[in-house]
């Protein structure tokens, strides 16, 4: 079982920039791919980010490609979203989540994929 915890979140004015991080229990997240995910109110849940289980490779919407930046530090058992050049439509609740993937580096857009989640953080982006 791997508990995951977000923070960072907050209210900022649009253009700043925040960066989210993602704490793990698991000792060996390195054996997870992991993502960021974001829902406002009344949205379905929306991919935002991925890295795979060496950082080898990530993956964004489009959205935010150029602005965001996935990292992780498996010696910390941490991921990171740095969100820069922040909009008021990024305001939404954000989640990590991790996905076991055993051996691949392959990073999954969807949601229902990963198999563990945070409780989130709240980002908002005043204009």
């Known amino acids: 079982q791997v508990q995951l915890e977000e923070s960072g979140g907050g209210l900022v004015q649009a253009g700043g920039s925040l960066r989210l991080s993602c704490a793990a229990s698991?000792?060996?997240?390195?054996?997870?791919?992991m993502g960021w995910f974001r829902q406002a109110p009344g949205t379905e849940r929306e991919f935002v980010a991925g890295?795979?289980?060496?950082?080898?490779?990530?993956n964004y919407v489009d959205s935010v490609k150029g602005r965001f930046l996935i990292y992780r530090d498996n010696t910390k058992n941490a991921v990171y979203l740095q969100m820069n050049r922040l909009k008021p439509e990024d305001t939404a609740g954000y989640y990590c989540?991790?996905?076991?993937?055993?051996?691949?580096?392959?990073?999954?857009?969807?949601?229902?994929?990963?198999?563990?989640w945070g409780q989130g953080t709240q980002v908002t982006v005043a204009s």
């Open positions: 890295i795979t289980r060496s950082s080898g490779d990530t």
């Open positions: 989540a991790a996905t076991d993937v055993g051996s691949r580096e392959i990073v999954s857009r969807r949601a229902s994929e990963y198999d563990y």
């Open positions: 698991e000792r060996t997240l390195g054996f997870y791919a």
